[in-house]
T-cell receptor, first 113, second 111 residues
Framework: DAMVIQNPRYQVTQFGKPVTLSCSQT?????MYWYQQKSSQAPKLLFH???????NEADTPDNFQSRRPNTSFCFLDIRSPGLGDAAMYLC????????????FGPGTRLTVT | RKEVEQDPGPFNVPEGATVAFNCTYS??????FFWYRQDCRKEPKLLMS???SGNEDGRFTAQLNRASQYISLLIRDSKLSDSATYLC????????????FGAGTRLFVKA
């Protein structure tokens, strides 16, 4: 019973070619997060939504954008991927009511060639 | 100083050992605290929330020390399957639903 689904699981893109990663959830959670995680590093929060309220981290590059068209779906757009953007991208959800527990999807591993 | 700091390890322990990890946080007004477990090339999974009174779940015990601004995770009777990276997570004040992850502590349990 997958609750947070990410597609694709593996994505290869060319340097500078826009790419979109998707996340969907069946938990009906209000909060959705996007993290970037590089090898042996902590997940780094890029942005999060509370419902449609978008919260961007100050150090998230403009190259990264996000959309949340409805409660269930959230997208991460990388407008011009660089080699340094190769990483695991994790989507997570949280109920948004009295708890900050997060539930993660399996991640999308992005390779930039 | 990083907002959330963990000893990266690795901790190498034999099966059956007791092992403890600490995680320090810089903002004394931080609200919520968690431990997550992450297996190699997998997503983090919630292990435990950390409450002021401390909490226990089987072989795992989590504690919060607000005065010294750290949380701890104790694993008793370690199993091979406990080998993973343990991530400390803190919810900072006035950050809405923002959370900050520590870099993680790697644990290897040996037979």
């Amino acid at each position: 019973d997958a609750m947070v689904i990410q597609n694709p699981r593996y994505q290869v893109t060319q340097f500078g070619k826009p790419v979109t990663l998707s996340c969907s959830q069946t938990l009906n959670h209000n909060v959705m997060y996007w993290y970037q995680q590089k090898s042996s590093q902590a997940p780094k929060l890029l942005f999060h939504y509370y419902d449609k309220d978008f919260n961007n981290e100050a150090d998230t590059p403009d190259n990264f954008q996000s959309r949340r068209p409805n409660t269930s779906f959230c997208f991460l757009d990388i407008r011009s991927p660089g080699l340094g953007d190769a990483a695991m991208y994790l989507c997570a959800t949280s109920p948004g009511q009295l708890t900050y527990e997060q539930y993660f999807g399996p991640g999308t591993r992005l390779t930039v060639t | 100083r990083k907002e959330v700091e963990q000893d990266p390890g690795p901790f190498n322990v034999p099966e059956g050992a007791t092992v403890a990890f600490n995680c320090t946080y810089s903002n004394s007004a931080s609200q919520s605290f968690f431990w997550y477990r992450q297996d190699c090339r997998k997503e983090p999974k919630l292990l435990m929330s950390v409450y002021s009174s401390g909490n226990e779940d089987g072989r795992f015990t989590a504690q919060l020390n607000r005065a010294s601004q750290y949380i701890s995770l104790l694993i008793r009777d370690s199993k091979l399957s406990d080998s993973a990276t343990y991530l400390c997570v803190v919810n900072p004040p006035n950050g809405g639903f923002k959370t900050i992850f520590g870099a993680g502590t790697r644990l290897f349990v040996k037979a």
